[in-house]
């Protein structure tokens, strides 16, 4: 098992509907999640990172968290031709560990 | 400039040959990370390092060797490359719990 698993794609959808993309973990003991973006042939760039339980905003961005269900996801709001790109789940390994691993990415596609 | 620096940006090598792969930090970050990129399997974690002189496996160490000498350098080395190793490799920084700045990566042709 992966520690930290993604649906692969794509995932199409029109322009300005919601994007949902979700991420579910293994290590109980993980601390920090984050959602890189990644448009091809460049590196990842942070959108969005989240600690605690609950939802956390940032524009058009939502990030969602549920640690009893390892569970974390990210709601794209509006979105844009320009969305088009791979998201990249992370994991902080928890207190015994400081390693940081991603899943292997959802492409995202946005139909204008 | 401030950040993190990787190089060389492209290299082309031979099976069998040693390859070092250099990454360079500007902030002082206490933690640094190498990545490979292949096709379907996302960011893929080779080696980490929490300071100078300690440093853990990652998901797919085998084949790979690094050092952490001075907290500004991660050198990643290939001891004898093979075509499998053919990839897009990143190299990464943060402190603790926090973002993870990435260099640009190197892209690594092994014929």
């Known amino acids: 098992q992966k520690e930290v698993e993604q649906n692969s794609g794509p995932l199409s959808v029109p322009e300005g509907a919601i994007a949902s993309l979700n991420c579910t973990y293994s290590d109980r003991g993980s601390q920090s999640f984050f959602w890189y973006r990644q448009y091809s042939g460049k590196s990842p760039e942070l959108i969005m990172f989240i600690y605690s339980n609950g939802d956390k905003e940032d524009g058009r961005f939502t990030a969602q968290l549920n640690k009893a269900s390892q569970y974390v996801s990210l709601l794209i709001r509006d979105s844009q031709p320009s969305d088009s790109a791979t998201y990249l789940c992370a994991v902080n390994g928890g207190d015994s560990s400081y390693k940081l691993i991603f899943g292997s990415g959802t492409r995202l596609l946005v139909r204008p | 400039d401030a950040g993190i620096t990787q190089s060389p940006r492209y290299k082309i090598t031979e099976t069998g040959r040693q390859v070092t792969l250099m990454c360079h930090q500007t902030?002082?970050?206490?933690?640094m990370f190498w990545y490979r990129q292949d096709l379907g399997h996302g960011l893929r974690l080779i080696y980490y390092?929490?300071?100078?002189?300690?440093?853990d496996k990652g998901e797919v160490p085998d084949g790979y060797v690094v050092s952490r000498s001075k907290t500004e350098n991660f050198p990643l080395t290939l001891e004898s490359a093979t075509r499998s190793q053919t990839s897009v490799y990143f190299c990464?920084?943060?402190?603790?719990?926090?973002?993870?700045?990435f260099g640009q990566g190197t892209r690594l042709t092994v014929v």
């Open positions: 990464a920084s943060s402190e603790r719990n926090t973002e993870a700045f």
């Open positions: 902030w002082s970050h206490s933690y």
């Open positions: 390092s929490a300071a100078a002189d300690i440093t």
